[in-house]
């Protein structure tokens, strides 16, 4: 099986940034994409953005566009998702998710194939 691990969520103010990593390890020949999801209180599990581990093809949502970045360590087996100009509404527990379909497939819930536990990430008004 494959196991993800998230680190780097945390209280921000709005404006601010913060990077989260997602180290995967295990059966980690079975991963085509990585990306990451999130879900705030009271709203869906929603994909936030996707990468594909050697295509170099990437996916945003709308709401994150220009100011998130996607990016992977292929060495490392790790992704990363740098978050600048972060607003209160992008608060919500970020999930990693991996899977061996495309990245368009990992935007759907049932398209991953692996997640992480998640991380908190507060952004302050």
């Known amino acids: 099986q494959v196991q993800l691990v998230e680190s780097g969520g945390g209280l921000v103010q709005a404006g601010g940034s913060l990077r989260l990593s997602c180290l995967a390890s295990?059966?980690?020949?079975?991963?085509?994409?990585m990306g990451w999801f999130r879900q705030a209180p009271g709203k869906e599990r929603e994909s936030v953005a996707s990468?594909?581990?050697?295509?170099?093809?990437?996916y945003y949502v709308d709401s994150v566009k220009g100011r998130f970045t996607i990016s992977r360590d292929k060495a490392k087996n790790t992704v990363y998702l740098q978050m600048d100009s972060l607003k209160f509404e992008d608060t919500a527990v970020y999930y990693c998710a991996a899977g061996g379909g495309s990245t368009a497939t990992l935007r759907n819930y049932n398209g991953v194939n692996y997640w992480g536990k998640g991380t908190l990430v507060t952004v302050s008004s």
């Open positions: 990468i594909s581990w050697s295509g170099g093809n990437s």
């Open positions: 295990g059966r980690t020949f079975s991963i085509y994409a």
